[in-house]
T-cell receptor
Framework: EPEVTQTPSHQVTQMGQEVILRCVPI?????FYWYRQILGQKVEFLVS????????KSEIFDDQFSVERPDGSNFTLKIRSTKLEDSAMYFC????????????FGPGTRLTVT | GNSVTQMEGPVTLSEEAFLTINCTYTATGYPSLFWYVQYPGEGLQLLLK?????DKGSNKGFEATYRKETTSFHLEKGSVQVSDSAVYFCALKAYNTDKLIFGTGTRLQVFP
């Protein structure tokens, strides 16, 4: 069964450093998403991406964050200058279409900012 | 704004016990409702969904009914197994957005 993959599974970085989290969505999917979960808190929406542009973003997704689909298979989340409070599990998801279509989630990347 | 409230965990049950995990929501319009499950070390997997009032979603013995009058979507299973041990997330998607709004998650532990 096709699945969403994410790399790395765990990333440790120092405060102020740039980090790129990578995702390979399911190949025929057109909608892509990033969510995050700070330890002990809710899973929170960050951004959705369709047709090579951001379709929706949350208040969390400020100028420090960016997303890109650099080729036909990868979908990346960049954090320009990491803060301690960016430490979280980051989940990538993809769906065939919008609306009630299922979002398929990857296993997550645990980001630890020291 | 839109939100989801789930019962606190952990929920600890013996094998073959009946399971209920409560979920209520606040939303404008008519959202779609979902239950996701996260097994240890894995991502979130869709367990079931309901897209309109009175719909019942079901999968793997789990069921949930979209109750508009009580704004609820409680998850039930008649007889849990040890393999059902996981974290369960209730979520909604409003009609005019693609983002999922999640509850805090409820950890289920089933012992033999």
């Amino acid at each position: 069964e096709p699945e969403v993959t994410q790399t790395p599974s765990h990333q440790v970085t120092q405060m102020g450093q740039e980090v790129i989290l990578r995702c390979v969505p399911i190949s025929n999917h057109l909608y892509f998403y990033w969510y995050r979960q700070i330890l002990g808190q809710k899973v929170e929406f960050l951004v959705s991406f369709y047709n090579n542009e951001i379709s929706e973003k949350s208040e969390i997704f400020d100028d420090q964050f960016s997303v890109e689909r650099p080729d036909g298979s990868n979908f990346t989340l960049k954090i320009r200058s990491t803060k301690l409070e960016d430490s979280a599990m980051y989940f990538c998801a993809s769906s065939e279409a919008g609306g009630t279509y299922e979002q398929y989630f990857g296993p997550g990347t645990r980001l630890t900012v020291t | 704004g839109n939100s989801v409230t789930q019962m606190e965990g952990p929920v600890t049950l013996s094998e073959e016990a009946f399971l209920t995990i409560n979920c209520t929501y606040t939303a404008t319009g008519y959202p779609s409702l979902f239950w996701y499950v996260q097994y240890p070390g894995e991502g979130l997997q869709l367990l079931l969904k309901a897209t309109k009032a009175d719909d019942k979603g079901s999968n793997k013995g789990f069921e949930a009914t979209y109750r508009k009058e009580t704004t609820s979507f409680h998850l039930e299973k008649g007889s849990v197994q040890v393999s059902d041990s996981a974290v369960y997330f209730c979520a909604l998607k409003a009609y005019n957005t693609d983002k999922l709004i999640f509850g805090t998650g409820t950890r289920l532990q089933v012992f033999p």
